[in-house]
């Protein structure tokens, strides 16, 4: 029996660049591990226009968009996942532009007509099946609830969509790990906690509370992280 189908988008302007892609790949790699086939996306790589909100894919054209984009291609792909992973760094509070352009194009998978779900007016899916999704991000901040509005936006398209929300990886001052500034055995903690998380996912259908906090482990006090990140910007400044 083959593994599920995981559907892995990195909404990281930044790209395999990215700390965000530090977290992703070696879920990735966990999962791939545990029998998923993983299809791995960068959104920065692809030509994804923004929504223009006409709605031809509610009339004319029913679950097409009219624009000619790479879009076409990842709603397919949307629909034949088991396990949709969408990973972002925190921009401004909540998901980066890209994630956000990306998640407001999945208008043509749903119908135009409204129904009610738990009293709570939803537009149902075209493509009715059983799926989950994970949220994976990281932030520049050092607390944690600085993730709580992505989490709330990604939660909420989970409602909206008519799939499991299967919990969160995340990792804040995420770009310390890509300083060279981190002792290795603490990064390599860190990451092998992302490998074990992709794992589980396939697995277990969940996340472990050990393996979410290994991720999001601290690794240096409060005052030291000010201190880093102004010593950082002072230096920029003075060059």
Not at 140 to 155: A, P, S
Not at 210 to 216: D, K, L, Q, R
């Amino acid at each position: 029996m083959s593994g599920p189908k995981i559907l892995a988008i990195n909404g990281s302007p930044s790209g395999k660049h990215g700390a965000t892609a530090l977290i992703l790949n070696p879920f990735v790699e966990g999962a791939k591990q545990a029998g998923a086939d993983v299809d791995l996306v960068e959104l920065v790589s692809r030509k994804i226009k923004p929504c223009l909100g006409e709605l031809a894919c509610w009339g004319p054209s029913p679950g097409k968009c009219i624009q000619k984009d790479d879009m076409a291609e990842l709603l397919l792909k949307i629909d034949q996942a088991d396990i949709l992973v969408y990973a972002c760094p925190v921009y401004i509070d909540t998901v980066a532009g890209l994630m956000k352009n990306f998640l407001d194009r999945h208008v043509p998978l749903m119908e135009p007509q409204v129904v009610l779900q738990n009293g709570h007016c939803r537009h149902p899916r075209r493509v009715k099946k059983k799926q989950k999704m994970v949220a994976i991000s990281v932030c520049g901040f050092y607390e944690m609830d600085n993730f709580d509005l992505l989490i709330q936006t990604i939660k909420a398209m989970t409602e909206n969509f008519d799939v499991e929300f299967a919990g969160a990886i995340l990792r804040p001052y995420g770009t310390f790990l890509k300083s060279g500034k981190v002792p290795e055995e603490v990064k390599n903690s860190i990451l092998d906690a992302a490998r074990r998380a992709g794992n589980e996912i396939v697995k277990e259908g969940a996340f472990r509370k050990e393996t979410i906090n290994e991720v999001a482990k601290p690794f240096l006090p409060l005052e030291a992280y000010v201190q880093a990140i102004n010593k950082y910007w002072s230096n920029v400044k003075a060059s």
